[in-house]
């Protein structure tokens, strides 16, 4: 068996265009060579969201170097790269179609094998890289696009326990910002501006809190902000702090709920497992509250909390490099060369669809 395998990785699915070169060793040891992103955050700022054309012209724009400079950080050259793995879903499906096809192309030219990677288990493993967690954990992606509580039994073996019916969580704080005139993107906006709030001024809903199923609904706590915003507007900057406090304060709550019962199930189907844990994942996992409110209920329910560092929380090629390293290395076969992109693919087959999912380009 080679020593190790090293593969390059390509991700396109929203607004972040990324190549990374990633190895692993035969006894599963990561080493991340390079790592490049480039953010399209300012192209999309004006726009107070992502939008999908000028987000697909903006990944064509920038690929190509991108992976030049990957390689060129990596000191590696294409003849020295195993394979090529690229997000071939859930996402924006023009994205999608800039980073799969130039994948397909270098795979081509270079006789290389083609890993097609869905988007969502490259979050899902890449607690693996980071903190070396063996299976079985429980994962919490909450992004732009997704608030999924997922069980990772094992590589390509996932089990969605909840989904959101309705906005993903890091929506529901861009449209809290957008609605209180606080900036794009609008979970930092909101969270600086909540730390000088009063977090019981406003008792915000909790949608879904006690249902046995674990799902998540966030629609309707934007409403009751524009609501409340509405009722007392004029707003005063000390209004948009409570309002902010007070909805971190029932996404906290609800969260706690949540995630609570997803711990208790994971305890009672995995009595063995002697040191279970809780990975989380998404640009919303910067929130200092979510965190403090997660490691908090780990604490309690003696899970170990994984909070990767942030920048392979949010939208990278290293997890998506890893999650092809992870299907060569359990001897899953390469993909054909007329696979096509997904904008939606649910990790579990076996999930029910629900309302919400997919709604905004199944962005994760
Ligand atoms: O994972 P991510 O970078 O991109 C995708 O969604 O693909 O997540 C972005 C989301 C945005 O909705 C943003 O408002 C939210 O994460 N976010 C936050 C914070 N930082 C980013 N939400 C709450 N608090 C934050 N500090
Ligand atoms: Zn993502």
Same mark, same amino acid.
């Given at each position: !068996?080679a020593p190790?395998?090293?593969?390059?990785?390509?991700?396109?699915?929203?607004?972040e265009?990324?190549?990374a070169v990633?190895e =692993? %060793?035969?006894?599963?040891?990561?080493?991340? =060579?390079?790592?490049v @992103?480039? #953010?399209?955050?300012?192209?999309?700022?004006?726009? /107070?969201?992502v939008?999908?054309?000028?987000?697909?012209?903006?990944?064509?724009?920038?690929l190509d170097?991108?992976?030049?400079?990957?390689?060129?950080r990596?000191?590696?050259?294409?003849?020295?790269?195993?394979?090529i793995?690229?997000?071939?879903g859930?996402?924006?499906?023009?994205?999608?179609?800039v980073?799969? !096809?130039?994948?397909? %192309?270098i795979?081509?030219?270079?006789g290389?094998?083609?890993?097609?990677?869905?988007?969502?288990e490259g979050?899902?493993l890449?607690a693996?890289l980071?903190?070396?967690l063996?299976?079985?954990?429980? !994962?919490?992606?909450? #992004?732009?696009?997704?608030?999924?509580?997922?069980?990772?039994r094992g590589?390509?073996?996932?089990e =969605?326990?909840?989904?959101?019916i309705?906005?993903?969580?890091?929506e529901a704080?861009?449209?809290?910002?957008?609605l209180?005139s606080?900036?794009?993107?609008?979970?930092? %906006?909101v969270?600086?501006?909540? $730390?000088?709030?009063?977090?019981?001024?406003?008792?915000?809903p909790?949608?879904?809190?006690g249902?046995?199923?674990?799902?998540?609904?966030?629609s309707?706590? $934007?409403?009751?902000v524009?609501?409340?915003?509405?009722?007392?507007?004029?707003?005063?900057?000390?209004? @948009?702090?409570?309002i902010c406090a007070s909805?971190?304060?029932a996404?906290?709550?609800t969260?706690?709920?949540?995630?609570?019962? /997803?711990?208790?199930r994971f305890?009672?189907?995995f009595p063995?497992?002697?040191?279970?844990?809780?990975? *989380?994942?998404?640009? *919303?996992?910067?929130n200092?509250?979510v965190?403090?409110?997660?490691?908090?209920l780990?604490d $309690?329910?003696?899970?170990?909390?994984?909070?990767p560092?942030?920048?392979?929380?949010?939208?990278?090629? *290293? !997890?998506?490099?890893?999650?092809?390293l992870?299907?060569m290395?359990?001897?899953?076969?390469?993909?054909?060369?007329? *696979?096509?992109?997904r904008s =939606?693919?649910?990790?579990?087959?076996?999930?029910e669809?629900?309302l /919400?999912f997919g709604?905004r380009g199944?962005?994760a």
């Open positions: !068996m190790f395998l090293r593969i390059l990785g390509i991700e396109t699915s929203c607004d265009t990324a190549a990633v =692993r %060793a035969a006894d599963g040891v990561p080493t991340v =060579r390079s790592d @992103v480039l #953010s399209q955050l300012e192209e999309h700022s004006a726009y /107070g969201g939008v999908p054309e000028i987000a697909a012209r903006a990944h064509v724009e920038a170097t991108l992976i030049d400079e990957a390689l060129k990596a000191n590696v050259s294409l003849s020295e790269i195993d394979a793995a690229a997000t071939s859930p996402g924006l499906i023009g994205g999608l179609l980073g799969l !096809m130039t994948g397909k %192309a795979a081509k030219a270079s290389k094998p083609l890993y097609a990677v869905n988007h969502l979050h899902a890449t693996r980071t903190d070396g063996s299976f079985p954990y429980l !994962m919490l992606l909450v #992004s732009g696009g997704h608030t999924q509580l997922i069980l990772v590589v390509g073996d996932y =969605r326990w909840g989904t959101t309705d906005d993903a969580l890091g704080f861009d449209k809290t910002a957008k209180l606080l900036p794009y993107p609008g979970g930092p %906006a969270e600086r501006a909540a $730390k000088s709030g009063n977090p019981e001024r406003f008792k915000f909790r949608p879904l809190v249902e046995a199923k674990l799902n998540f609904s966030f309707g706590l $934007k409403t009751a524009r609501q409340a915003a509405t009722e007392i507007a004029p707003l005063s900057d000390q209004d @948009v702090a409570d909805f971190q304060n996404v906290s709550r969260l706690k709920d949540r995630i609570g019962r /997803g711990l208790e305890k009672t189907l063995d497992v002697a040191q279970p844990a809780l990975v *989380v994942a998404g640009g *919303v996992a910067a200092l509250e965190r403090g409110t997660l490691q908090a780990c $309690k329910n003696r899970f170990r909390f994984v909070a560092p942030l920048h392979l929380c949010t939208d990278n090629a *290293v !997890m998506i490099a890893w999650a092809g992870e299907r290395a359990t001897g899953v076969l390469p993909d054909e060369l007329d *696979v096509q992109p =939606r693919w649910p990790l579990d087959s076996n999930a669809a629900l /919400g709604k199944a962005k």
